[in-house]
C-alpha cells in the first residue's frame, strides 16, 4: 500500500508562486507514474501534470505549460510542483495521484491518492 500527502498550498497573490510536495511513503517499485490532478471550487477534477520517476518524462496541461514545473527527489521519494506566475483561476485543491493520466480518469483509476493540498490565488 502507497499512501501518498500532500503539502504546500496556502493563499498567494496573483503572480506570485508556490512549491507544493507530494510525499510517497509505502512499498513502491521507484519507477512509477505520478501526477497532479486539481478540482476548483464547482467544477471538475483537472490533470495537471504527470512525471515518469523511472526515465523523468513530463506531462502539463496547455494551461500551466511555462509556469509549473514537475519533478522528484527518488532519495527522498517526493514529488514537487513548483507554481509560478500563478492566477486567479489556478485556485484548487490539488491532489497527487498514482498512477498519472493525461487527464482525470475516475476515482477508481487511481492505486493511490492524497488528501489534497488547497491553493488560493487572489486577483
Known amino acids: 500500500q502507497v499512501q501518498l500527502v500532500e503539502s504546500g498550498g496556502d493563499l498567494v497573490q496573483a503572480g506570485g508562486s508556490l512549491r507544493l510536495s507530494c510525499t510517497v511513503s509505502?512499498?513502491?517499485?521507484?519507477?512509477?507514474?505520478i501526477g497532479w490532478v486539481r478540482q476548483a471550487p464547482g467544477k471538475k477534477h483537472e490533470g495537471v501534470s504527470c512525471l515518469s520517476m523511472h526515465d523523468g518524462r513530463t506531462f502539463y496541461v496547455d494551461s500551466v505549460k511555462g509556469r509549473f514545473t514537475i519533478s522528484g527527489d527518488k532519495a527522498k521519494n517526493i514529488v514537487y510542483l513548483q507554481m509560478d506566475d500563478l492566477k486567479p483561476e489556478d485556485t484548487a485543491v490539488y491532489y497527487c495521484?498514482?498512477?498519472?493520466?493525461?487527464?482525470?480518469?475516475?476515482?477508481?483509476?487511481?492505486?493511490?491518492w492524497g488528501q489534497g493540498t488547497q491553493v488560493t490565488v487572489s486577483p
Open positions: 495521484g498514482i498512477p498519472c493520466y493525461s487527464d482525470y480518469a475516475g476515482p477508481d483509476a487511481y492505486s493511490s
Open positions: 509505502g512499498s513502491t517499485s521507484g519507477s512509477y507514474d
